[in-house]
């Protein structure tokens, strides 16, 4: 047989459900914290002014994403430019498609190639490739670019050379020719 353990009275002040406890035992609160206040709304015009930066910044990528490539960034986008500024006699736009322009002297002679159109571009290796280039004024005469891009800058003439179409087959020629062996011509 067991004793039996006594229950303590239960007082009308104890709220029910609340857990006994232990004599000595002060309950602990929760912290209280302020409530914050709403963040002040910003001033409009703070807004304004934010979302036209933003609409602005939109639009600049927009544009820098949008504009064309160089031309030339490829030796047969060059070999164009260079032929569109010789068909229309324009010396200055000419040069500036040179690697040197200040060393290169034209005289009025290249004004004077009539219409221009490129022939064939050879393969871009190695940063050089060559340009055939058909005129009209002198006849049956080519004309020869040399180009080249050094790290990512755009294509440039090198040299020009003006080239007979109809050359004699068994000439010999030094590989540093620039007749020799230019494309689309055999």
Same mark, same amino acid.
């Given at each position: 047989?067991?004793?039996?353990?006594?229950?303590?009275?239960?007082?009308?002040?104890?709220?029910?459900?609340?857990?006994?406890?232990?004599?000595?035992?002060?309950?602990?609160?929760?912290?209280?914290?302020?409530?914050?206040?709403?963040?002040?709304?910003?001033?409009?015009?703070?807004?304004?002014?934010?979302?036209?930066?933003?609409?602005?910044?939109?639009?600049?990528?927009?544009?820098?994403?949008?504009?064309?490539?160089?031309?030339?960034?490829?030796?047969?986008?060059?070999?164009? !430019?260079?032929?569109?500024?010789?068909?229309?006699?324009?010396?200055?736009?000419?040069?500036?498609?040179?690697?040197?322009?200040?060393?290169?002297? !034209?005289?009025?002679?290249?004004?004077?190639?009539?219409?221009?159109?490129?022939?064939?571009?050879?393969?871009?290796?190695?940063?050089?490739?060559?340009?055939?280039?058909?005129?009209?004024?002198?006849?049956?005469?080519?004309?020869?670019?040399?180009?080249?891009?050094?790290?990512?800058?755009?294509?440039?003439?090198?040299?020009?050379?003006?080239?007979?179409?109809?050359?004699?087959?068994?000439?010999?020629?030094?590989?540093?020719?620039?007749?020799?062996?230019?494309?689309?011509?055999?």
């Amino acid at each position: 047989m067991s004793p039996k353990v006594s229950r303590p009275e239960h007082s009308s002040d104890d709220e029910p459900g609340e857990p006994e406890l232990p004599p000595g035992h002060v309950p602990m609160r929760r912290p209280v914290t302020p409530r914050q206040a709403a963040p002040k709304p910003l001033p409009r015009w703070v807004t304004t002014v934010g979302f036209v930066v933003l609409l602005a910044a939109i639009a600049g990528v927009i544009v820098y994403l949008a504009q064309p490539d160089d031309p030339r960034d490829s030796a047969q986008g060059t070999a164009d !430019l260079v032929a569109a500024a010789l068909g229309e006699g324009d010396k200055s736009a000419f040069a500036s498609y040179t690697c040197y322009p200040d060393e290169l002297t !034209l005289n009025d002679d290249w004004t004077r190639l009539g219409r221009t159109t490129v022939l064939a571009v050879s393969g871009e290796y190695d940063g050089v490739a060559k340009a055939t280039l058909t005129i009209s004024q002198p006849a049956n005469t080519d004309l020869v670019l040399l180009m080249r891009s050094e790290d990512d800058a755009p294509w440039c003439v090198v040299t020009p050379s003006l080239c007979p179409v109809a050359e004699d087959p068994t000439a010999t020629r030094s590989p540093l020719d620039m007749c020799a062996g230019r494309p689309g011509r055999p």
